[in-house]
């Protein structure tokens, strides 16, 4: 196959890429977008501020500008995200306890009810642990709530729409020995002997010099589907350029093709200048939208599987 997401389909797979509403107009971006892609995440327009600004008030042009590119393109959706502690809206932000509980399960449910149908997967909760060595969760004000508030936002998503893969997403859970990713580890062999509705764990990935690709990366992906869910490559993207990046995408595109429940690959962005990090080269096409080494590995890594 001469496409990621054709290369990809060969092993009943999806390659999926982050698209920001805002670069819609740009022919490259899109030519690239319809062409290689067949899985899409809108890279900020379906979190908390953007579509709840106000209070109960919800907002979804940006976010249906991408679901409706998407779907005419004929490309799945992932859904990101639900509930998360950052990128809230101001009112929300201020908000504690009951109030602030409620808030979010209203949240949930108004935007997973909206986009009954069109979501192959949401990330119902995004990055609910601390870094470092304790294994806790992150303190937030979601957290504050009480402990139960992420299988209480799982619960409420699998009432809004049944037919969603529901998702617990994070980075730094991809080394198998971190506290991080045992953390979560543990929190989804809870969720899935007491019941809670959870489907699959997203490993965002994003590699550079100080957080390189592990070498039991394939590990942590086997050990969580070994939990009874899918796991996928939700973020990805490696710093780096040339033989070396190239060799990185290769392993990390090798890992989830290694694992049967690793049902697909995100990369967080298109071109390189349209990465969130502010300098650096970590995606798979270069700013003019030409194939880099990384490209031409990952697809030879997926027509070989
Ligand atoms: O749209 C405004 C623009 O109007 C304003 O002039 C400008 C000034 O700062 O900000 C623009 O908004 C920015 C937005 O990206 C769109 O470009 C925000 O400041 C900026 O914070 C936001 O960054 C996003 C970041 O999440 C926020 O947490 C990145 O684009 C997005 O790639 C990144 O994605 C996250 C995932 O959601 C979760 N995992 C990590 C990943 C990378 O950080």
Avoid at 245 to 272: E, K, S
């Amino acid at each position: 196959a001469t496409t990621l997401a054709a290369a990809a389909q060969q092993s009943g797979r999806y390659f999926g890429t982050a698209v920001a509403a805002n670069r819609l107009s740009d022919s490259t971006y899109v030519g690239i977008l319809n062409r290689e892609f067949d899985m899409v995440t809108a890279e900020n327009e379906m979190k908390m501020d953007a579509t709840e600004p106000a209070q109960n008030r919800f907002n979804y042009g940006n976010a249906d500008r991408i679901v409706n590119h998407a779907r005419g393109q004929g490309k799945r959706i992932r859904g990101h995200a639900l509930a998360w502690h950052s990128q809230q809206p101001a009112w929300m932000q201020s908000m504690s306890g009951t109030t602030l509980r409620n808030a979010m399960l209203n949240h949930v449910t108004q935007v997973a009810t909206y986009y009954r149908g069109k979501i192959y997967a949401w990330d119902v909760v995004n990055e609910a642990f601390a870094d470092g060595s304790s294994g806790a969760r992150r303190d937030s004000n979601l957290q504050r709530t009480g402990n139960d508030w992420i299988e209480a936002a799982f619960r409420a998503a699998r009432a809004a729409d049944p037919g969603a893969k529901l998702c617990y997403n994070d980075y730094n859970t991809d080394d198998w020995t971190h506290a991080k990713t045992q953390a979560v580890y543990r929190m989804v062999q809870d969720f899935k002997s007491r019941g809670v509705p959870i489907d699959c764990v997203g490993l965002q990935s994003h590699f550079n010099n100080n957080s390189p690709v592990p070498s039991n990366y394939q590990t942590t992906l086997q050990n969580f589907a070994n939990l009874g869910v899918d796991v996928q490559i939700t973020e990805l993207d490696i710093e780096g350029s040339g033989s070396t990046q190239a060799q990185n995408y290769q392993r990390v595109t090798q890992a989830c093709l290694n694992v049967a429940r690793c049902t697909g690959i995100t990369v967080w962005g298109i071109r390189d200048t349209d990465s969130w990090r502010a300098s650096g080269t970590p995606l798979l096409f270069d700013g003019n939208g030409n194939k880099k080494a990384a490209y031409n590995s990952t697809l030879a890594a997926l027509n070989a599987a």
